[in-house]
């Protein structure tokens, strides 16, 4: 029988969530695509719901794509961002979140540097909790709508070849790629210089492959990430001109492949960087696709997180 209900109040990462919850999120997802496809485009499903998105790191996609999904959902949204806070005034993040939840809210997105502050929050708060990215740890639902957009294109992923490429040591985004693909049946390979990519990896599962040509090649689907310069604390790469040159993927290369694939990034992107433009604005790119389903899958994430809350009495 298929699940109707998540397994968790929280969304705190891929790696606690199970196969058949990611396949119920998926599921919810599409009708809310189809929802957000219509003239109009809300639905009063969150509407005695209050959700506070607080970002202590900076974000356009993952912020503004919580905020439409919740307004789409129709719920009360507040938003906190660091930068303009009394955090500047050395308030610490467990009061800053209950002064927060004494405002009544009952669900809280959270994107911070520290990895596991949300897992933190969670033991400590009566509220769910979303992560929207914990440091170098995971951005699950970035990894939801990449293998949801994956899905979209292939059919399904089991037995299929994903790549990720770039700076998979300091990516939340690439550890919670790898668990959902995985967790999804497929199978991955990541590859960037030797200096960003953790020496142990291959305990997860994945392979590991430093000539991007032959990358390429094995790949169905290749997700490219950005160079981390604000994570690094030291130089891991001569210089972004010499990464270019050997982890840059163009439409040159692409065309010289003898298969066609699917090309993808998470945001934002440096042009000229991990990819040209001529490769990003081609028709190998589904780099939009993937913003728009993040509206989808983060509605079906609220949702049904909702969904597991007590009705109030
Ligand atoms: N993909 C992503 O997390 O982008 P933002 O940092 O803009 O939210």
Not at 199 to 221: F, N, P, R, S, T
Request: aromatic share 6%.
């Amino acid at each position: 029988m298929r699940q109707s209900q998540l397994s968790t109040d929280h969304l705190l990462g891929i790696k606690y969530i199970t196969k058949e919850d990611i396949e119920l999120i998926f599921k919810t997802a599409e009708s809310f695509k189809e929802v957000i496809n219509r003239p109009i485009k809300k639905v009063p499903s969150l509407r005695d719901i209050t959700i506070a998105n607080l970002f202590f790191e900076n974000s356009t996609r993952t912020k503004m794509s919580f905020e439409l999904a919740e307004k789409r959902l129709s719920a009360d949204v507040i938003n906190f961002s660091s930068s303009s806070s009394s955090v500047k005034k050395g308030e610490t993040l467990l009061d800053t979140v209950n002064n927060i939840l004494s405002m009544k809210v009952d669900m809280i997105v959270m994107r911070h540097p520290a990895q596991g502050a949300p897992f933190f929050l969670s033991k400590h708060v009566d509220a769910n909790i979303i992560n929207a990215g914990d440091g170098t740890h995971e951005h699950p639902t970035q990894a939801l709508l990449d293998s949801f957009s994956m899905v979209e294109k292939l059919g399904n992923l089991r037995g299929k070849k994903i790549l990720i490429v770039g700076d998979i040591k300091h990516s939340r985004v690439a550890l919670s790629n790898i668990f959902c693909l995985q967790k999804l049946g497929a199978q991955v390979m990541v590859c960037g210089p030797p200096t960003l990519i953790p020496k142990m990896i291959h305990l997860l599962g994945v392979k590991v492959e430093y000539d991007l040509q032959k990358a390429l090649q094995w790949c169905d689907v290749a997700n490219l990430l950005r160079i981390q310069l604000e994570r690094q604390d030291i130089k891991y790469i001569p210089s972004l001109r010499e990464y270019a040159l050997y982890y840059g993927v163009n439409k040159k290369l692409l065309d010289s492949l003898d298969k066609e694939i699917i090309v993808m990034h998470p945001g934002p992107i440096n042009r000229g960087v991990e990819i040209t433009s001529d490769a990003a604005d081609s028709d190998h790119s589904i780099i939009l696709q993937q913003v728009e389903n993040g509206v989808a899958i983060r509605m079906a994430v609220l949702y049904l997180l909702a969904g597991r809350r007590e009705p109030e009495v």
